[in-house]
Nanobody, 119 residues
């Protein structure tokens, strides 16, 4: 059974930094794109950043030059370094990955990790 487990969320003051991690476990043949999404209270889930297996990144305009996504393919792990955090970054952050198990590719989601930025 494939699982994505996130860690690194918490409470931070505005201007601070946090680094999220998301590790995929299980019987995995390969992992395609990985990404981070977030959902603030009363809002729809939105893409924050994605990274392909080759390392090509894509960011939401609201986090460019503020957040950095990276991955360690050997560890099946994706990271999100978040700097200069603002109260509007407060949300539940979800990890997402396209994982090939056997001959089937499927999108998996983590359980989410809360990030709260106080002003």
């Amino acid at each position: 059974q494939v699982q994505l487990v996130e860690s690194g969320g918490g409470l931070v003051q505005a201007g601070g930094s946090l680094k999220l991690s998301c590790a995929a476990s299980g019987i995995i043949f390969s992992i395609n794109a990985m990404g981070w999404y977030r959902q603030a209270p009363g809002k729809q889930r939105e893409m924050v950043a994605t990274i392909t297996s080759g390392g090509t990144t894509n960011y939401a305009d609201s986090v460019k030059d503020q957040f950095t996504i990276s991955r360690d393919n050997a560890k099946n792990t994706v990271y999100l370094q978040m700097n200069s955090l603002r109260p509007e970054d407060t949300a539940v952050y979800y990890c997402n990955a396209g994982i090939v198990v056997g001959f089937t590719a499927k999108t998996y989601w983590g359980q989410g990790t809360q990030v709260t930025v106080s002003s």
